[in-house]
């Protein structure tokens, strides 16, 4: 069984930044990223870093948020800087080998 530790979500100050990391149990991902939910809205993709390190990113936080990978720790890393309040949100990590694998979420909170 394939599992995901997240950790370094918080509260934060509109501006300022935030790393997550997510820790995998398994290696030999074709693809880990990161999601997040806010209340009442849609899990939506934040970042993704294929095996061969090609990223993508949302539009909402492209210049702010880096993603990263380190597959000799089977981590998976999200920077976050230049925080919004509208980044206040669950953040999940995910990871895909023949299927999809989730994390339990690690709560983000920018205050304003």
């Known amino acids: 069984q394939v599992q995901l530790v997240e950790s370094g979500g918080g509260l934060v100050q509109a501006g300022g930044s935030l790393s997550l990391s997510c820790v995998a149990s398994s290696s030999s991902f074709t693809v880990m990223g990161w999601y997040r939910q806010a209340p009442g809205k849609q899990r939506e993709l934040v970042a993704t870093?294929?095996?061969?390190?090609?990223?993508a990113y949302a539009d909402s936080v492209k210049g702010r948020f880096t993603i990263s990978r380190d597959n000799a720790k089977n981590t998976v890393y999200l920077q976050m800087n230049s925080l919004k309040p509208e980044d206040t949100a669950v953040y999940y990590c995910?990871?895909?080998?023949?299927?999809?694998?989730w994390g339990q979420g690690t709560q983000v909170t920018v205050s304003s």
């Open positions: 870093c294929t095996n061969s390190d090609d990223t």
């Open positions: 995910y990871a895909v080998k023949w299927r999809a694998y």
